[in-house]
T-cell receptor, first 114, second 113 residues
């Protein structure tokens, strides 16, 4: 059981470049999330999805886009990369709504924008 | 006021010591709380959930103080392997139910031999 898989694990981008961080989960979870974590900081929610075809903004969505065409996949698109987007990005999933349930995280994608 | 606040530490304690971290939350309606553990350069993993007054799992005890709006994590008989960052998380309530978690900045613990 792979859980939540993120690719790539590491990437260096130049300012203005674009890229997509891939995230897939094999647990048939409805809810998926993208968080970013800056050094010494907590996790900030970028976007989330409650199911295929449904996405919504989190706390820090500017500069990012997402799509959810299938239950399994939730890619995060960075357009016109900026140094402020240097961070570690975590994708996570949860089975359903409500205040219970564990978030399962991927191993993270470390992005540097130079 | 931030949704969740934690003392960032670091907490440096000797093996065998007891250490406690606190986490304050702003939404008095919150019903559930979570402690996640994050090892260096790794992803967060759920350590404990707290739905009522508290929860205990071996050396770890999580307690909830609703009047003062904080939760605490107590680690007894600290082990070297307990060295990590401990993140507090609270659900973000929306009309359709809690759809995501607010995370604190984490408290870093180092257990010293």
């Amino acid at each position: 059981n792979a859980g939540v898989t993120q690719t790539p694990k590491f990437r260096i981008l130049k300012i203005g470049q674009s890229m997509t961080l891939q995230c897939t989960q094999d647990m048939n979870h409805n809810y998926m999330y993208w968080y970013r974590q800056d050094p010494g900081m907590g996790l900030k929610l970028i976007y989330y999805s409650v199911g295929a075809g449904i996405t919504d903004k989190g706390e820090v969505p500017n500069g990012y886009n997402v799509s959810r065409s299938t239950t399994e996949d939730f890619p995060l698109r960075l357009e016109l990369a900026a140094p402020s987007q240097t961070s570690v990005y975590f994708c996570a999933s949860k089975k359903g709504a409500g205040n219970t349930g564990e978030l399962f995280f991927g191993e993270g994608s470390r992005l540097t924008v130079l | 006021r931030k949704e969740v606040e934690q003392d960032p530490g670091p907490f440096n304690v000797p093996e065998g010591a007891t250490v406690a971290f606190n986490c304050t939350y702003s939404n008095s309606a919150s019903q559930s709380f979570f402690w996640y553990r994050q090892d260096c350069r790794k992803e967060p993993k759920l350590l404990m959930s707290v739905y009522s007054s508290g929860n205990e799992d071996g050396r770890f005890t999580a307690q909830l103080n609703r009047a003062s709006q904080y939760i605490s994590l107590l680690i007894r008989d600290s082990k070297l392997s307990d060295s990590a960052t401990y993140l507090c998380a609270v659900p973000a309530w929306r009309q359709t139910g809690a759809n995501n978690l607010f995370f604190g900045t984490g408290t870093r613990l180092t257990v010293i031999p």
